[in-house]
């Protein structure tokens, strides 16, 4: 599976955003599918996921804030972001496993085996 993020940009305080992960390949095979992002100098930290079952997983940073939803038609996995902050500037990743990962599990990056490329999220504030 490829996976392609973009949907990025620069906003300001308060602004709305989607981004978008586009599959190819072998798409979907995934059974969760998560958003991390990763800001300068930081460590890449998870965002939210998404199981097969479609049951959700939010940082505790994002929750209420940032939606994640999954388009099996369009082999697309988006992240809605409202009311964004500039500590939200990051550079934001989608990654997706076939293996089940427990809820302690969906936070390692290392968990996963496949990844986009990076879309950058700029809020000025």
């Known amino acids: 599976v490829q996976l392609q993020a973009f949907g990025g940009g620069l906003v300001q305080a308060g602004d709305s955003l989607r981004l978008s992960c586009a599959a190819s390949g072998r798409t979907f095979a995934s059974s969760v599918m998560t958003w991390f992002r990763q800001a300068p100098g930081k460590e890449r930290e998870f965002v939210a996921a998404i199981r097969w079952s479609r049951s959700t997983h939010y940082a505790d940073s994002v929750k209420g804030r940032f939606t994640i939803s999954l388009d099996n038609g369009k082999n697309t996995l988006y992240l809605r972001m409202n009311s964004l902050k500039h500590e939200d500037t990051a550079t934001y990743y989608c990654?997706?496993?076939?293996?089940?990962?427990?809820?302690?599990?969906?936070?390692?990056?290392?968990?996963?085996?496949?990844w986009g490329q990076g879309t950058q999220v700029t809020v000025s504030s």
């Open positions: 990654a997706g496993t076939g293996t089940r990962l427990i809820v302690s599990s969906l936070y390692a990056p290392g968990n996963y085996d496949c």
